[in-house]
């Protein structure tokens, strides 16, 4: 009999709404992941559900970036390296720092936002999920004032596709919580997004495709891809030595998609952009929603009874120590926007990598020169966010169904040359 199986390989956010929009239209999937439990960087992430959120690629953020290479403490850091990988990508991130290549990219994510934020509320009434999903938005802290005009010129960029902002200055946060520091000068506030528990998703998420009979192998190692002579992908290869074979085996696997991907004779150009993040519990208030703090660059979120602050930028080779003085700098930055940060207690510190490409912009598709193989990474910050709305596109494509948002729209995010 035909083989129809579909075999994920990877079960972070992007493979699991992948295995989920597939299993609902009656599709025999399989996720695989090396891990035995989920601590990828789908479930450490800040848990900001940020829509119509811009891509790293920014006017500027290249010479930032070169900047802050020179201090380690900085919110974005680059190990000085000669590798020339490194060098390449630093290359082709540079050259898509224009506000031309902004616009492209904002264009086809705030499409993908709207129908993203859908495709979740969708998965978490029909599965009743409780992430400590909230739809109160996020804020935009900012304690120096010429940054409200910056703020507010990035605010006005998506305005046209439909998201919703607001100025909130320091006083009225302060107003209505006490908790807010009497530097914060204002926030703009993105209505229409969301704050959630991301590893509360990412296991409730196992758990219904569990229950809709899909198999999540953990402790399940792929080391390569089954090709047969025609060069097709027919399956991926456990380190076990076993072979799980498929008629399409989708990439899922955050960074190490690249590896994978090799084996195939293919280049998904990536570099792991490290972040770190710290619970903390035992405040006496936590801000009213999720945001960032601009100047330090560090997201923090509410997570029930705790905030999470989950940031720093560190492009280095997979697998080095965490350095200590990037975590401490979570907890400086938290200081300087809210009271009481000192009287809490740290109960957990994590660090995981987002898969970042060097255009900014992820890779969702079929492999042109390898049939049998699909592909869907590189979401760097955006991952959480946009999980929801790959799933559907990875399920549209492999099904032959109609997308949901205009293939014009989604030749950002298509396979293509980028290293
Ligand atoms: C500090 C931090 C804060 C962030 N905050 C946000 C945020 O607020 N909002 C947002 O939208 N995004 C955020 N992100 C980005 C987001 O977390 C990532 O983009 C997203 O998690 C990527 O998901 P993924 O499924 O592609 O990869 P991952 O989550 O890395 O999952 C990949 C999976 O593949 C498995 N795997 C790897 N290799 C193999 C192999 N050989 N065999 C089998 N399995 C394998 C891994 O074990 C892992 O489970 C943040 C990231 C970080 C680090």
Known sequence: MENRRIVVVGAGIIGLCSAYELARRGVEVMVLDRCSTFDSASCGNAGLFSIGHGPLTKPGASWRGVRMMFDSRSPLWIRPSLSPELLRWLLTFHRHCTQAHLDRCLHTLCAMGWRTIEA??????????????????????????????VAMHEAAAIAPYGYRTDFISGNELRKGNSIYRDEIAGAVHYV????????????????????????????????????????????????????????????????????LARD??????????????????????LPCTGGIMREVS?????????????????????????????????????????????????????????????????????????????????????????GPVTGRIVAADLCGEPQCIDEEILRMIRPRHCD
């Open 298 to 386: 560090v997201p923090f979120t509410p997570m029930g009874s705790q905030l999470r602050l989950a940031g720093t930028l560190e492009i280095a080779p997979v697998g080095r120590p965490w350095m200590r003085k990037r975590i401490d700098a979570l907890l400086t930055g938290a200081r300087k926007y809210f009271h009481g940060i000192e009287h809490g207690h740290v109960t957990h510190e994590w660090a995981g990598y987002r898969p970042c490409t060097a255009d900014g912009m992820p890779v969702i598709g079929a492999i042109a020169q390898t049939p049998g193989l699909y592909v869907a990474t590189g979401h760097a910050m955006m991952g959480l966010t946009l």
């Open 264 to 285: 195939a004779g293919l280049r998904i150009a990536m570099q792991p952009a490290r972040g770190y993040h710290v619970q903390i519990d035992g405040l006496a208030r």
């Open 192 to 259: 229409d997004s969301a704050t959630l528990h991301p590893g509360r998703l990412v296991r409730s998420l196992a758990s219904a495709l569990a229950a809709r009979g899909v198999s999540i192998r953990t402790n399940s190692t792929v080391t390569g891809l089954e090709r047969d002579k025609s060069g097709r992908c027919t399956g991926a290869r456990l380190a076990s030595g076993e072979v799980v074979t498929a008629a399409t085996t989708v990439l899922a696997a955050g960074i190490w998609s690249d590896d």
């Open 120 to 149: 979740l509320e969708e998965i978490l009434d029909r599965e009743s999920i409780d992430c400590l999903y909230q739809r109160n938005g996020w804020l935009d802290l900012f304690r120096d004032d010429s940054l409200l005009t």
